[in-house]
């Protein structure tokens, strides 16, 4: 049975990055936390945080602050932002488009919106969000046991999402490619790859998915986009995901250097 809160797995990010002439661009995405013991991670897009990675006309943006709102306690919609330093790395290889920020006993300034209704008297403390396992990553053994046609679900805050309390939506669909095999198609560089047929939408770079193993559920990957059909470059139906062993690398890292990291 697939537990209802892998919806809420989603999380909603929001980037400012400053131009080299000073102007301003927000960026929204998707991210995941994923805790291991005390230690908490969230995962989004690489291109989330370094413009320029997908498109060089934003070469010379710098990522200034950023915050993550969702939907905690099955009942509370929140926003956080850090209120010092966070330290983030990327994987070795340089087209896989993952990142994950260390916010291991980080200072967050939360604020939640109250319910309609709801006592104003009433202390609202520090929400409780759903975190991925770090025991739910998927392993190589895992991806070998796994078959194309697998069901996979998504959840997200792409542009469609619940507005009407703030909540994230989900997609589902299968894994279309051998998840033993690093998927690769023309235009794209060798990189840990799936690709899965569930249409990913603006909004939801950076989800996590999910595939469903014998009864259980475990995290495949993060989504990254879509793949287009040209030569009109309308969407094909299919999506790819970086494998879970990029999260896991980038953790280690974190975990092995305090210093060389990104920092915000």
């Known amino acids: 049975m697939l ?125 409780s969000v759903f975190a991925v396992e770090a025991s739910m990553l998927a392993h190589s053994d895992d991806l070998k046991r796994m078959t194309a046609g697998a069901p996979i679900f998504m959840p997200s805050y792409s542009l ?16 279309s490619s051998d998840p033993d095999s690093d998927y690769l198609t023309d235009g794209q560089e060798p990189a840990r790859r799936v690709l899965y047929q569930a249409q990913s939408a603006e909004g939801a770079s950076g989800a996590p998915v999910f595939a469903l193993m014998d009864t259980e559920a475990v995290l495949l990957g993060v989504n990254a986009g879509q793949l287009l059909l040209p030569p009109s470059n309308v969407p094909s139906g299919f999506s790819y995901c970086f494998k879970a062993e990029c999260i896991r690398e980038c953790v280690e890292e974190l975990r092995r250097r305090d210093t060389g990291c990104g920092l915000i």
């Open 160 to 175: 469609h999402y619940d507005r009407s309390s703030e909540r994230p939506v989900m997609r589902s669909g299968i894994v």
């Open 3 to 127: 537990d209802r809160r892998l919806l809420y797995a989603a999380q909603r990010i929001s980037l400012m990055h400053l131009g080299p002439d000073g102007s301003m661009k927000e960026v929204h995405g998707t991210c995941f936390f994923v805790k291991s013991d005390a230690e908490l991670y969230a995962v989004t897009n690489r291109h989330n945080l370094d413009l320029a990675f997908k498109d060089q006309k934003y070469v010379g943006y710098k990522l200034e602050h950023f915050k993550i709102a969702g939907f905690a306690d099955n009942d509370h919609y929140y926003e956080g932002a850090p209120t010092e330093p966070i330290r983030f790395v990327f994987p070795t290889n340089q087209f896989e488009d993952v990142a994950v920020f260390d916010l291991t006993n980080k200072q967050i300034q939360y604020r939640r919106k109250r319910k309609q209704g709801e006592d104003p008297n009433l202390t609202l403390g520090v929400p």
